[in-house]
């Protein structure tokens, strides 16, 4: 069975970092693109950083520039280095992976998520 494990949310005041990991774990032939997704109260659950297993990258318009997504393939895990962080940017942060199990199945699937409070 394939899990995705989160850690690094918690609160931290306007300004501040944080970065947030996702191991993946299980039996993995290899793992394709990776990502996070955010959701904030009241909101639908968005997009914020893609990275594939080549490196190439993609950011939300509200993040560019604050944050990085990193990978580190040899352990099946991706980062998620979050500066200058403001209000706005509290959500539960969900990691997301393409996950390949076999060179004939492959899904995708979603880490439990993780809580990002930014507050004075």
């Known amino acids: 069975q394939v899990q995705l494990v989160e850690s690094g949310g918690g609160l931290v005041q306007p300004g501040g970092s944080l970065r947030l990991s996702c191991a993946a774990s299980g039996s993995i032939f290899s793992t394709n693109a990776m990502g996070w997704y955010r959701q904030a109260p009241g909101k639908e659950r968005e997009l914020v950083a893609r990275?594939?297993?080549?490196?190439?990258?993609n950011y939300a318009d509200s993040v560019l520039g604050r944050f990085t997504i990193s990978r580190d393939n040899a352990k099946n895990t991706v980062y998620l280095q979050m500066n200058s962080l403001k209000p706005e940017d509290t959500a539960v942060y969900y990691c997301?992976?393409?996950?390949?199990?076999?060179?004939?199945?492959?899904?995708?699937?979603w880490g439990q998520g993780t809580l990002v409070t930014v507050s004075s």
């Open positions: 997301n992976a393409d996950i390949r199990v076999s060179r004939n199945n492959a899904f995708n699937t």
């Open positions: 990275i594939t297993s080549g490196g190439s990258r």
